[in-house]
C-alpha cells in the first residue's frame, strides 16, 4: 500500500501549488514504512529521514498547517526511538518533537488527537528518564495535563483515557521506586481505569494495565510490610479478565503467572500453604511459552517457581537435586547472558545448590558463585537475600 501511495503523493505535490497536504500525505507515508520497519527489527531511520524532508517541503508551502505539524512531531518522537536504541539521548528529538506539536496544538486546540501525541512524547521521555535514575515528574505531570485535555475532548473514543490512566500508571511506579507517598497518584489512576473500563468493558489492555499497576502496589506492601491483600486480589481478578478476555496473548497470561508466582511466594513467607498457588503460576507460565517460544521471560519465572520449591523441600530436609536440575535446563535456554535477572536467578540456583552440598563453601568455588551487582527496583530486594544468605554460611572472602 504504501509503494502504491507514494508516487501518487510525489504528483500531487507537483501540481500542489501552495498547499502542503501531498507532502504531509507523504510525510505519513514514510512514517508507516519507519513504524513497519521497527515493528519487523529493521532499520528505519532512512525512513524517518524521507518523512521529514517531505514534511518540511510541506511546511514550506504552508507553514501554518496544523497536520504538518503533527507529522513532523510524530517523525520526532520516533526519531527519539532511534537515538535510544543506539543508547543516545532523545532529549533533543523530544525537545524538537515539542516545538512541532505546540505548533499544531496552536493551529488547532480542541484536536485532542495533537494533545495525545503531546504526551505521548513527554511519556517517551520520563521512562527513559525513570530508566536512567533520574527524576521523571515534570515530563509525568505534562503528559497527565495534556491527556486530561485530551480525554475531555475525545468523545467516546476512550484512546486517550486509557492513556491517562497508563500515565497515572507509570507516576504511581515511580514513587514507589523513590519510596513516596502513592495515595492521590494510585486514586487518579484507579480512577482513570474506572472510566476506560465503563467505556471499553471488554478491553483487555485496560484489565492487564491495571493488573500490572496492583500487582506492583501488592509487590511494594510485601516489602515494606504493609497490607497488600485487597492489591492482589484485584490485580489476579484484572489479570485472569484480561488473559479470558484474549487468550491468544501470551503477555496476558505470563500476567497471570507473574500476579500468582508472588502469591505463592508471600503465602510460603507467612507459613500459609502456597502450592496451590505456584501451581497456578507455572499453568500460567507454560500457557504463556506455549505461545511465545523460548521467551527469556518466562523461562526464568518458571526456572523461579523451581527454585522456591527447592528451597521449600531444603528447609524440610527433602532431597532437591532433581527440582534444581529442572531450574538449570530452563535458564540454560536463555540467551541474553546480559539479563540482569538471568544472572541474579543463576546466583539464586548455585547457592541453594551449595547448601544441599556437603560442603557448601567448596561448592561455591567450584560454581563461581557470585553475586550480581547492586540493582535497582525490585531485584535489589532479592539481590541483598541473596547476598544475606551468602554471608550466613561463612565462606570467607568471594
Known sequence: MAALAEPVCEAAISNDGESGEAG??????????????MRSGLAY???????LTAVEEALTREPELGEAWFRRANIHRFLSFAAMDDDRSPEQAVAAGRAAIERAVASDPENWRYLNTAANLELDLAEWQLNEGRPAYDALDAAIGHLSRAANLSGNDPS????????HSIKVDALLEAEQPIEDALDAALETYALAEAMGPNDSFVFNSRGVLLLHVAQAGFRTGGDFSEALARAEADARKAAELTPDDPVRHYNVGAVMRFSAEARRVSDRPWQDAARQAREAFE???????????????????????????????????????QASVLLDQVDREEFKDLTLTRGELDLLAALAADDPCGAL???????????????????????KRYEQLGCGDR
Open 24 to 37: 504531509t500525505m507523504l510525510a505519513a507515508v514514510h512514517l508507516y514504512r519507519a513504524r513497519t520497519a
Open 45 to 51: 531511520e532512512p525512513f524517518l529521514l524521507e518523512a
Open 160 to 167: 486517550p483515557v486509557t492513556n491517562l490512566a497508563i500515565a
Open 287 to 325: 500457557a504463556s511459552l506455549a505461545l511465545r517460544p523460548g521467551d527469556a521471560d518466562t523461562l526464568i519465572m518458571l526456572a523461579r517457581l523451581r527454585l522456591m520449591a527447592a528451597d521449600a523441600a531444603l528447609a524440610d530436609g527433602a532431597p532437591v537435586g532433581e527440582m534444581l536440575e
Open 365 to 387: 568455588r567450584d560454581r563461581g558463585f557470585a553475586p550480581p551487582e547492586a540493582t535497582p527496583g525490585p531485584l535489589s530486594v532479592r539481590r541483598e537475600t541473596l547476598e
